[in-house]
Nanobody, 123 residues
Framework: QVQLVESGGGLVQAGGSLRLSCVAFGRTQSTYTVGWFRQPPGKDREFVAGINWSGELTYYADSVKGRFTISRATTKNTVGLQMNNLKPEDTAVYYC????????????????WGQGTQVTVSS
């Protein structure tokens, strides 16, 4: 069993930056792909970014390309999401999740999820 814990959310003005972290506890087998998702108020959960176990593959939703960067610590049990030039439409609860499927963006492929961290961007 694995537990994923997100941190780093908060309130920031448009144009600002935040860095989210996702730490895995328990069975931290390093071959998992980790993804970040978000759920804006009143909307469905959507894919944001993903990274494979080695860090060689990173992929992003079009809405965040060039602004967000996903990375993996050398210990492999921590994944970060650097978010720059934040916009009000980035306001959401952000979740990290993990899967054995390489390069997937579909939430149903991810079996373990964190509790989420709130990101609010004011205009």
């Amino acid at each position: 069993q694995v537990q994923l814990v997100e941190s780093g959310g908060g309130l920031v003005q448009a144009g600002g930056s935040l860095r989210l972290s996702c730490v895995a506890f328990g069975r931290t087998q390093s071959t998992y792909t980790v993804g970040w998702f978000r759920q804006p108020p009143g909307k469905d959960r959507e894919f944001v970014a993903g990274i494979n176990w080695s860090g060689e593959l990173t992929y992003y939703a079009d809405s965040v390309k060039g602004r967000f960067t996903i990375s993996r610590a050398t210990t492999k049990n921590t994944v970060g999401l650097q978010m720059n030039n934040l916009k009000p439409e980035d306001t959401a609860v952000y979740y990290c999740a993990r899967t054995l499927k390489y390069g997937t963006i579909w939430a149903e492929d991810f079996g373990s999820w964190g509790q989420g961290t709130q990101v609010t961007v004011s205009s």
